[in-house]
Each structure stands twice: as C-alpha cells, then as structure tokens.
C-alpha cells in the first residue's frame, strides 16, 4: 500500500504542474483576476487565524471546505453553515455537508455564494436605470484520501458561475492538497495548489485570470500546553509581491540637496520576505472553548494609512465545541474603515 500510495501521490503532484500553464500567475494582484469567491473563504475558525485555509488533524468539518486533503472519516454526517457580512450590503458565505462513501472514502459537498450588494445601474446619458446585483456562486464537492498513516491528498472540484446584471461567465477550478500528519497528530503540513483552472465562458470574450495561488502550511501543538502555532508562506508561484506606493517611496529626493536615498537591498528583501508569511495561534481554554488570533504582514502594509495606528492584518476570534455543535465567531481586519465579521455553526447527525 505504501508504494501503491507513493505512486498516486507522484501522479498528483504531476498533475498539478501540469496545470499550471492554464492557469494566470498573475493571481492575486488587484485588477488582474476575476472571480474573487475563489480567493476567499468563509470559515470563522479558518478566518480567525487569518489564514486562507488551515493544516490541522481533527473533525471539524469547515477545514475541508478550503483543504481538501483534511477530509477524513470522523467528519462524516456533519453540516456547516457560515455567513460574512460584509461592506455596503454584501455577504458572503457557504453552506456544507459530510458524508462516507464506504469504499469510495468521504465526500463534502458545498455552495458558496458572494454577494456584492446592490448597484445603481445608469445608461449612456447617465439617467437612472434602477439598481442590479451582482454576485458569484460555486459548487465545491471535495475527496481524499489517506496515503497511509501519516500522509493524505484530496482535490476540490469547483465550477463557478459569475452574474452581473446580465453579464455572465463560468469558470471550472480545482484545488488539490498533499497533507502530511505526524503520528501524534500534533504536527501538521499541506502543500496546495488553489484555484488551478480556467473560465469556460466569459463577460465580452476577453479570458481573465482566475486567482490561483500555490501555498504551504506547518502547525504545531504543544505537548504540555494548550497552543497550537500556524505558519503559513503564501504566493509561492511568484516572489515579488511589492508595488509602488507613492505615499511609501523606495527612492526619495530631497527638493533642496538633490540627495537621493534608496531602500537598501537587505530592507527590500526582508519585506518582501514577510510579504509571504502568514502567523497564527490558537488557544484551548478548555476542551469546548477556544481561542484564535493571526496576523498578516502583508495586509498591514498595503492597507496602512499615512497617519493613522493600523490594525490591518489583525484577525481574532473565538470556537465553542460540544460533542454534537460546533460556533465558531471570527473578526477580520482586512482595512483600516471596515472589519467583515464570520459565523460558523456545524452540526454532526
């Protein structure tokens, strides 16, 4: 079994590579991609990290929303339900179900939806035409499977349908994951590929990019403390993650000398360096109640002010476990003037 799983494990990770040229690697640039909902996850336990999915061993159902290879049998028969208000009317969020297949292994299956509120809609002559939505939707229906003892693989199959007023496109992503499992389970790790696809049809005829994203994930609990620590390097497919900032220039002149003062080599490295690092921590309290708190160095950055103390790139959060329920509440700060907050509720049958 372990050769034949080496096997499948190889083939995997050739497909993904394989993919790749039909995916931009211009993801996750502002302008340069559509079908935000692809980029974006609802999970309040996930989003109180602050993280874009977890590497974490246990049953809660949510995780394999977003890594599929954390699907295992112990979440069978559980449905999730997450909600986000967001900004001007909008909400996002996902509703979800478990169930093992016998043979065939668990199985989630999923729908997500991105509601960007109402917009006011006006014709050539700018005269009111009244108000239209626009929102994305996606199918997600999710499979593992367990390597052996230590190491797993799952792949989300995701099409998506995008409808602006009455534009429309569809895209077909996939994610696929490689999880590795320590055998006291407090140590996790996942290398995936998000988001490996393409749209089918779209608005005008002009193919846009869909936001992939290649990324790894290391958690580690502590044995004789109740702390689980996340690290996170994202964006691996492309290492520049800088832009130019008039209001933080790299290359500055002094108006009376002409003195010219640059960035330093070693200063622009390590920023770009933690552009990629995503850090969080979760506390258990007690066995039903918990605690989350991540920070994104990225985030601040790019949405720092000029004058103003920036909370940017803080998320926290709390969970609360029974044997049956599962609430977790999220506060995400993605910018200085607003936070969207997450509700997470699961039940297992």
């Known amino acids: ?44 336990r996930t989003s109180g990290i602050g993280f874009d999915y977890l590497s974490v061993y246990d049953a809660d159902a949510t995780l394999a929303l977003d890594n599929p290879s954390l699907l295992h049998r112990d979440m069978s028969r559980t449905a999730s339900l ?30 997500r939806f991105y509601n ?29 499977m367990a390597i052996d003892s230590h190491f797993a693989i799952g792949v989300n199959l995701k099409p998506v349908l995008s409808q602006y007023e009455q534009y429309k496109a569809v895209a077909l992503a996939f994610d696929l994951a490689v999880s590795y499992f320590s055998a006291d389970r407090r140590l996790a790790a996942t290398v995936m590929g998000r988001n490996v696809g393409a749209q089918v ?10 936001p992939f994203e290649l990324s790894a994930q290391v958690s580690y609990k502590l044995e004789r403390a109740p702390f689980r620590f996340f690290l996170a390097a994202t964006e691996l497919q492309r290492w520049d993650l800088r832009y130019n900032d008039p209001r933080y220039p790299t290359i500055e002149t002094d108006p009376f000398t002409g003195a010219v003062t640059k960035e330093s080599a070693v200063g622009g490295f390590i920023d770009n360096l933690l552009r990629h690092a995503l850090v969080g ?69």
């Open 1 to 44: 079994m372990k050769g034949h799983g080496q096997h499948i494990l190889l083939c995997v990770l050739a497909l993904t590579f394989h993919l790749l040229p039909f995916t931009s690697l211009k993801a996750q640039v502002a302008g340069l991609n559509t079908l935000t909902l692809l980029d974006l996850g609802s999970a309040a």
């Open 82 to 111: 997450s909600v986000v208000t967001l900004f001007e009317g909008g909400a996002m969020g996902s509703l979800s179900y478990v169930h093992d297949f016998g043979r065939i292994g668990p199985m989630q299956f999923a729908f």
């Open 116 to 144: 960007y509120g109402p917009f006011r809609a006006f014709d050539e002559e700018e005269t009111a035409q009244g108000e239209f939505n626009a929102a994305d939707y996606a199918l997600s229906i999710g499979w593992a």
């Open 201 to 210: 049809s779209t608005f005008d005829g002009a193919v846009e990019g869909i």
């Open 281 to 349: 921590v979760e506390l258990g309290i007690s066995k039903a109640l918990f605690a989350r708190v991540g920070y994104s160095y990225r985030q601040t950055m790019e949405m720092r002010g000029v004058d103003a103390f920036n909370l940017s790139g803080l998320s926290f959060g709390i969970g609360i476990r029974t044997r049956k329920f599962e609430f977790s509440y999220a506060h995400r700060n993605y910018h200085l003037s607003q936070a969207p907050n997450f509700f997470t509720l699961s039940y297992r049958f």
